[in-house]
């Protein structure tokens, strides 16, 4: 049988080099089965098609076949809690259908207990649980690993993951913003040890994560960590005025990387407005709020009764 797989996202978006984990998943199975595999070819017949599509505001491809077998949360039509049966998620990825992919990708922990309103992980994945070891997601070809764990530091099993890679030779990355809230004088000293292939990443999306941010940044400083090496996530939701005081408290520590995501979630109606996109796109990622306040930059740029809220 010849399978086709079709990568919304890497179709959509031209420049998207991040790999799709199930359907690399979904490729190792169906060649351990004998199987033929290759991306999806609208002129050619397959015996199974397979579609992911992670973000709800990707374009679903009208000529996908009516019998696809469609998975991810970008297709809201789908049940939030089914996943890949268990004998393909126990498969290793096939890179191959990924070539330009030097790097390992994986989870040590599925599951969030937490339930934060602009978050589907809790009812996709439930609770927080175990789910690998880091020595069954590296690649023999490569020392980077990039997790994708939503939550590791609230499972004690993705701290003794993290903690037991320490030494191991690999360079990581955990491309989820981690909770300061959860991070102790333990937990600073293992991500202080770790070899991070550039940033230590967590997530300041509401003003009640402030402290425990500038908790966590002068527990690391304890250990040697320069707020340099630390990226810290953004949510903006229609309340600038939340979203300004957050920055103006984080970018005190000089050379603090911060990085503004405009809500988004379609299936709840949801969509950036202006000022959100404006503050995501020219004043956090033009650098602009280095220097001067959201305000400063709304009169300079003469937004003002644009775009203040």
Not at 288 to 306: A, F
Request: charged content about 30%.
């Amino acid at each position: 049988m010849v399978v086709g797989l079709h990568d919304a996202e890497k179709k959509h978006f031209k420049s998207k080099n991040f790999p799709n984990y199930a359907l690399m998943k979904i490729s190792a199975w169906h060649k351990s089965c004998g199987d033929d595999v290759e991306w999806w070819n609208p002129l050619r017949k397959y015996g199974r098609v397979y579609s992911s599509k992670i973000f709800d505001f990707t374009p679903t491809d009208p000529y996908l076949p009516e019998d696809v077998i469609r998975g991810g949360t970008g297709y809201m039509d789908i049940p939030m809690s089914q996943g890949l049966p268990e004998e393909i998620d126990d498969m290793f990825p096939d890179y191959s259908i990924y070539p330009e992919c030097d790097y390992a990708i994986g989870y040590l922990t599925r599951g969030c207990p937490n339930h934060c309103r602009w978050c589907v992980v809790p009812r996709k994945e439930g609770d927080i649980r175990p789910y690998r070891t880091w020595e069954e997601v590296v690649r023999e070809d490569t020392n980077k690993l990039i997790l994708m764990d939503n939550n590791i530091l609230a499972c004690e099993h993705g701290i003794e993951q993290m903690a037991s890679l320490i030494g191991s030779g690999y360079r990581i990355d955990l491309n989820q913003g981690m909770d300061a809230r959860l991070v102790n004088d333990g937990v600073a000293d293992i991500l202080s040890r770790l070899n991070w292939i550039r940033f230590i990443r967590f997530s300041c999306d509401q003003k009640s994560q402030i402290e425990p941010i500038r908790k966590t940044i002068e527990l690391l400083g304890k250990y040697g960590v320069k707020p340099y090496r630390i990226f810290i996530y953004l949510l903006v939701t229609a309340d600038i005025q939340d979203a300004t005081e957050r920055v103006e408290a984080l970018k005190k520590y000089k050379a603090i990387n911060l990085y503004a995501q405009a809500e988004r979630n379609e299936r709840l109606g949801i969509i950036p407005n202006k000022t959100q996109l404006e503050f995501q796109n020219r004043y956090i990622y033009g650098g602009s709020y280095r220097n001067e306040t959201w305000e400063e930059y709304c009169e300079r740029k003469g937004l003002k009764n644009e775009v203040m809220p």
